[in-house]
């Protein structure tokens, strides 16, 4: 299993604005993955981010909204760019072994 | 391409009875599956996963669920509901690339 922090837990932002959520791993992982949970709704995956190479973006996401950076095998930034009312979501980081998927606690991110 | 599909989006049952929530899956080849349970306000927690080596899997909290070839199910069990097992439950497939598809959630309420 894995212990995954994220901060912050809970923001509120303006419209127009960034937020940089941090996902922090209590062990070394090759890949690490961050979903999207919009409001009563399933959770979507965003990117998968791997150490040393470019983030891999799923279908109708991309880099320019949601940079993410992968410094080092047990951390992760995930950046919601020029925000909007509409990317008021959760937002987890998550990383896989072999027992399942483990996920953060989870960004709540309202954006007025 | 892999997916899951939850045939409920919400199951009411009483206190002391048997739950069941249903998930069909759609793959070409033997999945990793798994049901997550997600309470209000808490974070993801893995319940049981299924990797072919059984095809009844045990979870905690008295979980159980059933992979069926034939029926391409992966139905979620338990024998008797608590007032605790309210929650959102999420059917989830392992797909290329270690990423994790979820399904649209079952919301369960247990009914004192």
């Known amino acids: 299993s894995a212990v995954i922090s994220q901060k912050p837990s809970r923001d509120i932002c303006q419209r127009g604005t960034s937020l940089t959520i941090q996902c922090q791993v209590d062990?070394?992982?090759?890949?690490m993955f961050w979903y999207r949970q919009q409001p009563g709704q399933s959770l979507t995956l965003i990117a998968t981010?791997?150490?040393?190479?470019?983030?891999?973006?799923e279908s109708g996401f991309v880099i320019d909204k949601f940079p993410i950076s992968r410094p080092n095998l047990t951390f992760s930034t995930l950046t919601v760019s020029n925000m909007s009312p509409e990317d008021s979501s959760i937002y987890l980081c998550?990383?896989?072994?072999?027992?399942?998927?483990?996920f953060g606690p989870g960004t709540r991110l309202t954006v007025l | 391409a892999q997916s899951v599909t939850q045939l409920d989006s919400h199951v009411s049952v009483s206190e002391g009875t048997p739950v069941l929530l249903r998930c069909n899956y759609s793959?070409?080849?033997?999945?990793?599956l798994f049901w997550y349970v997600q309470h209000p306000n808490k974070g993801l927690q893995l319940l049981l996963k299924?990797?072919?080596?059984?095809?009844l899997v045990k979870g905690i909290n008295g979980f159980e669920a059933e992979f069926k070839k034939s029926e391409t199910s992966f139905h979620l069990t338990k024998p008797s509901a608590h007032m605790s097992d309210a929650a959102e439950y999420f059917c989830?497939?392992?797909?290329?690339?270690?990423?994790?598809?979820f399904g649209e959630g079952t919301q369960l309420t247990v009914n004192p």
């Open positions: 998550s990383v896989l072994f072999s027992g399942g998927g483990f």
């Open positions: 062990s070394q992982v090759t890949m």
């Open positions: 981010a791997n150490q040393g190479s470019e983030a891999t973006y």
């Open positions: 793959s070409s080849y033997s999945p990793s």
């Open positions: 299924y990797t072919s080596a059984a095809t």
């Open positions: 989830v497939v392992e797909t290329s690339g270690s990423r994790l598809t």
